[in-house]
Each structure stands twice: as C-alpha cells, then as structure tokens.
C-alpha cells in the first residue's frame, strides 16, 4: 500500500490552530486523562512480567503528538515515566514551560512522527498511544504506513499501542458546512476577547474534512485550516490489519464503552500481530 491522496501538500494545519498559548484556551478538557492513567499501568504491569527473566525494563509510556503537555503533564504528575514528541517548535515550548513550573522532569523531543527516531533514549515502551484524533492529520496511506513502521519499531516486546480518533459523523459535517458556527469564545489572560468559529466541507475522494477555523481575536479576523482526515471504522480496522497490529479493544468513548454506530469516537487497544 503505497498510493497517495492527490497533492497531499495542500493539505495542512495552519501556524495559528497549533499555537501553545491559544491551544490551551480552547483545549481544557480531561475526560480521557483517567482512561490513559489506567493503560499506562496495564502496559507497565504487563511487560514488566513478561521481561522479568531477561533483566529488560520497557516502563516507559510514550505519547505522540503530545502538544503543550495537557495530557503529558498530570501522567507525569501521577508518577508515570513517560515521554512526549510533537513537531511544533510552540507546543514544546509551551509544555516545557508549564512542566519546569510544576517542577515535573518529563523529556519532550521534537520530531515529526512518521520519521520516529528515538533510539538514542536507550528503551522501548510499554505503552505508545497518539491522543485526541492527531492520527487524523496524516493525510496519505504512505503517510500512515510510514508512522506504523516507527511505532512497532519503538514498541516493547509486549507493548501495547493506542489511537483515538473521530467515529465520522455524516450529520456533523453536513451541519456545519452551512455558515459558520460558534465553537469557542474566551477572554485570554492579557484580556483579549476571542471568538471561534468553524465551517467544514468534506472532499469525498480524499477523505479529508476540510475545516475552516475564524479566528476573531480583538475584531480583528483570520481564517486558518484545520485538515482532518476521516477514518472509517471498517477502513480503519483494516488498516490497522494490514499494517502488522491486531485488535484487543475497540471502544466508543473512554468510559470503555462498545464501539457502535452511535459512538463518538473510536479508540483502539492494539498489539503487534504475531
């Protein structure tokens, strides 16, 4: 499976979605923290028995996509050893920032995830997981068979991997194609008045929801992108088949409930295939 979406460069993030400081106005949720807490320790346990005759000590969890740490951070907290890789120069730094004032040591590496290279840090992981639907910013099949590679690469002998993304919703996307709806509206800290609003438009053949994000900070407007790549959930089991992970779990939301048609997310629990 090499076959790319046509021009995939045209598809991206822009500067101002994945800025550190308004990221962290807009994401302030936690739902999914105690559902990563409870696998961090599953996958320590785990491997921690299976490599208990051979003296190895793959206990470290590794999050990808790992943004300013809102997950990163209170895992650290909770005493998980753990790493976090982001490509965006403004999230580390915004992470390393809110870590040192915690005073929580936690390694963050810049990289781009579909070229993993952490080999230098000397361990595999008990647990690999990519959060809060980041896979869905990788555009093409070479783009996600390339990640996969790495991610076995970097993976314990019996480490588990997780992915979390959108169950697509056809209701959604179709609504907010109409005008722009209201996503988020905040005061910073410097008293700036910002406004978010959104408008999508799915392009069938790539897959890719285009969505348009209106920032509206003081008055003043921009419009930035925000490209998500839509998997549905059989593409996705198949995907995940044929790229070398077997399926422990398949759950709709992080009460561990069954994935269904209804479910809002769609959140793996994975293996190497044997």
Known sequence: MTTKINNPSEYKISDLVH????????????DDLEFY??????????TSNSNSNNGSTDSTCLELCSGTGRLTIPLAQSGIDIVGVDYTE??????????????????FVQQDIRELQLKHLNKNFCLIFIPFNSLQCLYSLDD????????????????????????PNIK?????????????????????????TEQCNYDAASEI???????????????????????WPLEMDAILKYNGFEVIHKFGNFDESKFTSDSPKQIYVLKKAR
């Not at 959604?172 to 978010?196: T, Y």
């Not at 921009?222 to 790549?229: A, F, G, K, S, V």
């Open 90 to 107: 403004s999230m580390l730094k915004r992470a390393s920032e809110k870590a040192q004032a915690k005073n929580i040591a936690i390694t």
């Open 19 to 30: 800025n550190g400081e308004l990221y962290d106005y807009i994401n302030r949720s936690d």
């Open 144 to 167: 996600l068979e390339r990640f996969f590679k790495q991610v076995k690469a970097h993976m314990a002998n019996d480490g588990l991997f997780i992915v979390d993304i959108f169950n």
């Open 172 to 196: 959604i996307m179709i609504d907010r194609s109409i005008g722009w709806k209201n996503m988020i509206n905040f005061k910073m800290d410097n008293g700036k008045e910002v406004k978010i």
């Open 37 to 46: 807490k409870k696998w961090c320790s599953i996958s320590k346990s785990k």
């Open 209 to 231: 929801n285009r969505v348009k994000w209106k920032h509206s900070i003081d008055g003043e407007e921009t419009i930035e992108q925000l490209d998500m790549r839509c998997f």
